[in-house]
């Protein structure tokens, strides 16, 4: 059953991995974790193609197959500049740096880096390298629709500047726990960013992640916000 109804699909490859098709075909992979990823559907660990990477910081449960897909697509990555770096060392060609505030158009879209409050550090060979600020995306489609991918973050005064500058449609906010935010802070971002409906992520992957969209559905529903949880199951497109 359509939810938005607004032409594009979104479908959810397990703990924050997203892929994006919008009404012009124009598909997009959200922090990209695949490979080892258990709640990767198996027929969904290969891609075939991508218009472009949204990479929102450098841990590997987001970053692990960034390399890979990038080079053997050719896809831009739309990145922290530090981490524009570290793929480059890695043979990555098609970086489209950016930072915090600041908007570009890469595959017909226009994303905008808006913060988050995390770390970002890539592992490599047993060293962390700085993989620049932790961030979040605000996606902006061809009609005008605003997607807020936030990343992983906690609960922040920023939620009500992305609400009320870019004032997303659609919000995916991380829901775990232990490691972002958990259920209560997630309802009350929700309230700042003020999106009509939530697709929670970053939870169910581990043991350490508790936080459920149930959990986050009652805390809505004690701050009175009419907002709408989206349950996506893995592998399962949302329309």
């Not at 559907?41 to 193609?49: C, D, I, M, S």
């Not at 530090?82 to 915090?100: I, R």
């Not at 005008?144 to 973050?153: K, V």
């Not at 935010?181 to 971002?189: H, K, L, N, Y």
Request: proline fraction near 6%.
């Amino acid at each position: 059953m359509p939810v938005w109804n607004r032409g594009f699909t979104l479908t959810w490859l397990g703990h924050s991995t997203f892929e994006l098709v919008t009404s012009k075909g124009t598909v997009v992979l959200f922090d990209p974790w695949l490979t080892g990823n258990p709640k990767c559907p198996e027929a969904r660990r290969e891609v075939r193609r991508l218009d472009a990477i949204a990479l929102s910081h450098a841990h590997g449960d987001h970053s692990a197959d960034v390399v890979a897909l990038a080079k053997r697509l050719g896809c831009p990555v739309v990145c922290a500049y530090e981490a524009s770096l570290f793929l480059a060392s890695k043979g990555v060609t098609t970086c489209a740096p950016m930072g915090k505030g600041g908007t570009q158009v890469v595959a017909g879209l226009a994303f905008t880096m808006v913060h988050a409050t995390h770390s970002s550090g890539f592992e490599d060979g047993g060293a962390i390298v700085y993989g620049g600020g932790e961030a979040g995306f605000v996606v902006t489609l061809e009609d005008g629709f605003r997607i807020y991918y936030a990343g992983d973050t906690g609960p922040m005064a920023d939620m009500a500047v992305i609400g009320e500058l870019y004032a997303p449609d659609l919000a995916l906010l991380p829901i775990g726990d232990h490691f972002t935010m958990g259920p209560r802070e997630a309802a009350w971002a929700a309230g700042k960013v003020g999106a009509k409906w939530v697709v929670p992520m970053h939870w169910g992957t581990f043991a350490r992640l508790t936080g459920t969209p149930d959990a986050l559905r009652a805390e809505l529903k004690r701050r009175g916000l009419p907002v709408e949880v989206v349950t996506a199951e893995p592998g399962v497109a949302l329309s």
